[in-house]
């Protein structure tokens, strides 16, 4: 993202406290804003000590909802993360009066409720492709309603395909049926990651605390948001497998 600094009007801009990792319960809180983005592009955002708002990443989309900040309401349209900011955009003018402004934020529920699902499923995809006897590395999720699939690296043949797809579903059902809570941990080592994690992905950093979220006991480094059990999942479809250019993508329905 590009920002324009005359247009940027701010106090004190530190990092974006990112709340729903530690709590992804929270979709009603206070938070002051510091920042205003007003591009002449007509690019208008907010900048807040804190959010609650999943910004866009990870193959997850971002959260929508509302800023108010008095009797000013404001309609989250897409929220963005650039270099430790989290930048909630709006469609309605600013002014800099709000600046220091305490702001009420709101996520619409449903549409994270479904993102969460989503991303939860991915993770879930991955122990079912282990437990199915596979193991190929993921390299990319596209969690999104329109269609999501994980891509791993690797090679199946054409005529192993079908039982494949069918191995995994049955899988990801299983697990689905026996239910188990999502779990998240940090941790503070490069080694530790590894304990915890089946894969860990070459962008991961090295030196510093990272996040785990474990999905039906397996971690994966992550900073999306998740349901609370994979039983709510209800049911999953697994219903495509495609391999091109050494790239295995399986696409995947909640059921
Ligand atoms: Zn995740």
């Known amino acids: 993202m590009v920002l324009l600094p005359s247009n940027l009007a701010f106090i004190d801009l530190k990092n974006t406290n990112l709340l729903y990792l530690a709590d992804q319960g929270l979709l009603e809180t206070e938070a002051l804003i510091i920042g205003l983005l007003d591009t002449e592009d007509d690019s208008k955002a907010f900048i807040l000590d804190s959010t609650i708002f999943y910004p866009q990443g990870g193959g997850q989309p971002f959260d929508q909802g ?21 930048y909630h955009f709006v469609e309605e003018s600013l002014s800099q009066d709000l600046i ?27 122990v079912a492709m282990s437990n199915a006897g596979v193991s190929f590395p993921p390299t990319k999720g596209y969690h999104f309603p329109d ?26 059902n299983q697990l ?67 391999v091109k250019s050494g790239k295995i993508r399986v696409s995947y329905r909640l059921g």
């Open 147 to 172: 269609g999501p699939y994980v891509e791993y690296e690797g090679m199946i043949e054409p005529e192993d395909r079908k039982a494949l797809l069918e191995k995994v579903e049955f899988e990801a």
């Open 100 to 126: 220091s402004q305490v702001a009420v934020l709101s996520v619409n529920v449903e549409r994270r409720q479904l993102n969460s699902k989503l991303h939860t499923a991915g993770h879930l995809l991955d």
């Open 66 to 86: 509302l800023i108010t900040i008095n009797d000013q309401v404001f309609n989250v349209t897409a929220v963005k993360f650039s270099e430790g900011l989290v």
């Open 176 to 242: 689905i049926k026996r239910g188990s809570k999502v779990a998240d941990l940090i941790v503070e080592s490069y080694d530790e990651l590894h304990q915890h994690c089946n894969f860990v992905p070459a962008y991961v950093p090295k030196d510093k605390p990272i996040r785990v979220v474990k999905v039906a006991n397996v971690g994966c480094p992550c900073g999306g948001t998740h349901i609370e059990d994979i039983a709510d999942l209800g049911s999953l479809s697994v219903h495509k497998i495609k």
